[in-house]
């Protein structure tokens, strides 16, 4: 169905889509249910339509489903990351072909208007608290626009409460996820959040968080920010409101965390009692490169020793590949996760996404393998290693992970640091699964594309 075929005051069917790129399909991703949490995207864009609208609504995640081809619409939503654009242009030239009239938005649609306009009758570009109900009601009245743009005006004051329902719960370890502030304060070169959506945070009230916390009636919760103590003050007023609430949370912060103790003690009395931290590097070069040189690797042991003494467990992240690794870098890695007890390593490797400083600095350099799209999703090199094969890299990053996740190196981590010690088993023995089953997931070769065309 089209918008002409449309009538104000009729009852108008919304699909809204979240595709996955071929890792993370639910028919062959990594992830198993017990390392997947719902995610926030579409059940809030489904709480943004506007209720005299009178819309019918259905979400697909393809995480968890297949999304039907067969689908009948009067529009189709898709939202899109660089790594799941590819699949996300198939589905939309697919609906397109069928009369549907389709909207793109999301991360990789900001940062590459023009591409992704080539797939969508409009796209959104920026946040879409504001664009999407006026994209809605412009569709109602067929006077749908190409594009719909963040405003300067841009604020999360009003409250919106994700229609969580809309996703099946069984199909997600929890539904408790949350989301107090966007974007970040920082510019390191290789995160999407600045070149999408600047360094400005964008902040909840406290009162809407702790609202939509009490609507949901949860107490394990999830917060997905890019970095909760991005400011300070607010950071301090939404821990203070957390703690009546007596819930238990894992969030995402900076290492700066360990700098401010008062913070680190708030944020603890909290409920906080794990926390995601990108350490990024044990190179002091590469983080000056990457513009993160407020880490510092000499301190990264004491900062775990601080959050452990706090009773918070640490996911600590590490991105192989930047200019001063070497094929060393992976051993060197995977022996400092254990010897500084870290609870949950994460490794990645470095991905230039369209649109960031790092992406610019390869394009320039000529270092760019492959604009398969597809490829950018931390998994698969995708651009030429300054000291170091693309398939040492590749295989250098496999090892760390089967190096941390050995029995011996689970026990040698959770013994030195004995926080949340049933969870963080549990937690360690499915990634120990992803870490030696990792290259058996990789369904698409990162050979496939190289040099190749633009998607």
Partial sequence: MSSNNTA????????LISAKGPLYRHRGGIFKKSLRYQPLTLTTLAALIPKELNSEVVLYDEGIENVPLDIEADIIGLTVITG???RSYELADHYRARGITVVLGGPHVTLLPDEAAAHADTIVSGYAEQTWPQLLHDFIADKLQPRY????DFTLDKAVFPARELLDGKRFITQDVFEATRSCNHACEFCVAPSAWGRKPFQKPVEHVVEDIKRQGAKRLIFIDLNLIADRKYAARLFTALIPLKVSWF???TILIAHDRELLKLMARSGCNGLLIGFESISPRN??????QFNNPQQYKEVVKLLHRHGISLMACFVFGLD????????????FVVDAHIDLPRFAIATPFPGTPFFKRMELEQRILSYNWELYDGQHVVFQPRNMSVEELQRGHESAWRYAYRYRSIARRLMGSRV????AIVSNLGYRFYAHHLHSFYNCDWFTGQKGAKA
């Fill in 149 to 152: 743009q963040q405003g300067a």
């Fill in 420 to 423: 949340q010690t049933h969870v």
């Fill in 251 to 253: 969030g995402l912060s």
């Fill in 8 to 15: 104000r005051g009729k009852t108008i069917k919304i699909v």
């Fill in 324 to 335: 001063d690794d070497d094929p060393s870098v992976f051993q060197r890695t995977a022996d």
């Fill in 287 to 292: 983080l000056q490169q990457a513009h993160k």
């Fill in 84 to 86: 799941t654009s590819v």
